[in-house]
């Protein structure tokens, strides 16, 4: 599906299957190239459809499933992550197999993809797949998942003699439900699926706070007795400059960036371009200085910074409607929660689990 042509622009996407019933798990669609990101919000869409995670992952060698951040977030919840190996093709035939079929059966049928592509000498300008994009990343997103969750889970699979669907619900009757792997969506999950920096803490400076990627992040929490000086766990929101978080006194606090306004709703990969382009600028006009804080919120917001991040933003912007297609805005995380109206969609154990009975204290 990395040859679909949305606006002009690649998108890239990530489908995590259940190798047992074909069932398509979780789906993730971005403009961003892959990246421990796009790792993360597979599971975290796994967690917030079916409330668990798979006991086995299996992966191939892509370097986006090689972070530090994916692997610790595996071993918290006890994962086991398995790299097929290098060019055998017959390890990934069930997540190629989904890709082949969703492309003959959906993408292909779309208005604007490339399959005519391979044969450059029959491109013209009337059927150029350039001229005809009219797809948004939220549009298509929210049909792919209607196709993969709805269409495709519920048609008979050849190799199954039944739906993904019906294979999954019978695979939990015979191998049991397992309610002590069910994890819930809250607040410790999301803080858990969020990186964190290098050392993976930052020391608390006096009446700053603390600095992650050349920008300070304040709470009140740091106003007490012996937290300033002090290094600090925390993590950051890869889609949000504007919030971290750090753990205070066994509770994990949010924290506010200087000059607020500035980063609000801008993601880490802007910040980053944002950085580069001045260091850039800068060695051009022979001046010296670090990158700070304020000189990139006063970049971020300049007119003149429109043609390098425009780019960026509008991927950012896409990307914001597809994480938030069935979940809404927690002001107080700077995270996502579950939207009640779609509670216990594509999630039988959540109905099944409520009436069973408990025989002792786990």
Partial sequence: MSNWSARRRAAYSGVLIDAFSRRALAFYLTFDPPSYRSAMMILRECVRRHARLPQIIVIDGGAEFQSTYFETLLARYECIKKTRPPAKARFGSVCERLFGTTNTQFIHNLRGNTQITRNVRQVTRSVNPKELAAWTLGDLHERTSDYLYEVYDTID?????????????TGLESGGFRPQRMIPYDQEFLIATLPATPKGTAVVASGRGVKIHHIYYWSDRFREPGIENEPVPVRYDPFDAGAAYAFVRNQWVVCRSEHFAAFQGRSEKEVMIASREI???????????GVTARRLADFLIAIESDEVLLQQRLRDCEGAATRSGAVKECPELGAVEQDPSRAGVDCPESDITANLQVYAEF
């Fill in 279 to 289: 260091q850039k600028r800068r060695q051009e006009h022979s001046r010296h200085g």
């Fill in 157 to 169: 699979h050849p190799a199954l003699g039944q739906s993904p669907r019906d294979a999954f619900q």
